[in-house]
């Protein structure tokens, strides 16, 4: 990854599993790619938000779905339509069909059901990042 993308553009990821949360942060930062982590859906829409009305847009967000204190569909919503545009990959270990419809319509980047490839993660996640500096830079 270009050094100037990985000090722009950061990967907010939103994990109530501390273990899952640490594990995707160590496997990001290798990749050079900048990480925050928060631990719910509700720290999640509070970072984002900030303060004063300032708004701190992540460059794509990874978050669990539907797991207690994840990310609910309200606040995918936000993310990806309202107000935000900001891709979403989404965790699970439901396997809930209609869920996983819902969050497509709601244009989750993906869906990635436990177990999962960390290393395909981490590559769409660069892709991502990639894509959203590019965007920015063409502005």
Request: charged letters at 30%; glycine letters at 8%.
């Amino acid at each position: 990854m270009n050094d100037d993308v990985a000090r722009q553009h950061r990967v907010l990821v939103a994990e109530d599993d501390q273990a899952m949360r640490q594990l995707l942060a160590i496997r990001l930062r290798s990749a050079g790619i900048r990480v925050d982590t928060v631990c719910n859906g509700e720290q999640l829409t509070r970072r984002i938000e900030g303060g004063e009305g300032e708004r701190h847009l992540p460059a794509v967000v990874i978050t669990a779905l539907g797991a207690p204190g994840g990310c609910s569909l309200k606040t995918l919503r936000k993310l990806t339509r309202e107000r935000w545009g900001v891709p979403v990959i989404l965790i699970t270990s439901l396997g809930d069909e209609s869920g996983f419809r819902r969050a497509r319509q709601l244009r989750a980047v993906t869906v990635l059901e436990k177990p999962f490839d960390i290393d395909e993660l981490v590559a769409l996640v660069d892709h991502l990042v990639t894509t959203r500096s590019e965007t920015c830079d063409d502005e």
